[in-house]
């Protein structure tokens, strides 16, 4: 009784509170792919949690003995057991369900977002290829838009856009800056990242952890390829290309420079903070593994403390 409420209330604490902090947290936005990471462990450590309660419903609590045989036999007969009384088979059926429950939400959400984006991109691409032209020299595509409108188009094709008016308004390292970010993005493959994110906060609208982990991601991915272009061409260009692009958003299914978000990012470029220390770096990723881990070690504790103290009341000792 106490590992599965144990592993209800963590899994309340990283639904709730857990995400909360870590939005009200303001390191993140000096550290983007260190946040983008906490994150992900945040709602990975969540469905952990919770196939690990299903797991605690549906199974009983097996010793395990010396040997595999004993060790089946074991199980073979707690089960029998426990499924013998009403509250063990209610118990076990509602341990399934959830389990069968959350991991068929969670992959019908996941293949349709990602099919989902598949065929936005695909009907992206094919409008382009009728109205933009190809600048081998800026290794982009090129609308004739008056908005100024910096995207790319992330999957295979790996294409980016720029419109007219953005080749217009930016000077030579602005563009290149710019044309940096989008590199950035296709090459770390940002869009899985919020496509997975995405999917998660459909899957399971109720849990504010994730809904607020889409929206921190995509605000983070955008500052994490800001500062892989300021490494090239420094922060003051990315600022200033990032304000001259603040008017327009870009069209669903890319990913881009452009944005509402563009002006709050051009302050944060153009008035740059100092990176997290090291000690800091290495205590945050010890916390996105103890995240992870935590529920798997408490699940198992038993049956460890089973191996340890060998008091299992089953097992038939080998004669």
């Known amino acids: 009784m106490w590992l599965l409420a144990s592993l209800l209330a963590y899994a309340v604490l990283l639904g709730t509170v857990g995400g909360r902090q870590l939005a009200a947290a303001r390191w993140p936005t000096r550290a983007p792919v260190l946040g983008v990471l906490l994150w992900q462990v945040l709602s990975v450590s969540l469905l952990v949690t919770v196939m690990s309660i299903a797991a605690v419903l549906a199974l009983p609590d ?41 991991a068929g939400r969670l992959a019908w959400c996941l293949v349709s977002e990602l099919w989902r984006c598949r065929q936005g991109r695909r009907v992206q691409l094919e409008r382009l290829r009728l109205a933009a032209d190809h600048h081998p020299a800026l290794e982009a595509y090129v609308v004739d838009d008056e908005r100024a409108v910096a995207f790319c188009v992330p999957g295979r094709a790996r294409t980016v856009v720029l419109t007219s008016a953005a080749v217009r308004a930016l000077t030579g390292v602005e563009l290149a800056a710019v044309l940096a970010h989008e590199s950035a ?24 952890t994730l809904r607020l982990a889409h929206e921190r991601i995509g605000e983070l991915v955008e500052m994490a390829a800001d500062d892989a272009a300021a490494r090239r061409h420094g922060t003051r260009a990315v600022g200033s290309a990032l304000v001259q692009l603040a008017s327009a958003e870009p069209p669903r299914f890319t990913l881009g420079a452009s944005g509402s978000g563009s002006a709050v990012r051009a302050r944060r470029m153009l008035t740059p903070d100092s990176g997290l220390r090291r000690g800091t770096r290495g205590a945050l990723m010890a916390l996105a593994v103890n995240a992870v881990a935590a529920p798997l070690l408490v699940t198992v504790l038993p049956a460890l403390t089973a191996v340890a103290t060998k008091h299992c009341p089953f097992v038939i000792q080998a004669a």
């Open 62 to 102: 097996a010793e395990l003995g010396d040997g595999l045989a004993a060790f089946l036999q074991t199980c073979a007969h707690t089960l029998r057991e426990r499924y013998a009384t009403p509250g063990g088979a209610a118990a076990a059926t509602a341990g399934l369900l959830l389990a069968v429950a959350v």
């Open 185 to 208: 993005h296709l090459r770390w493959r940002h869009d899985v990242a919020l496509a997975v994110a995405r999917a998660l906060a459909r899957a399971f609208p109720f849990v504010p």
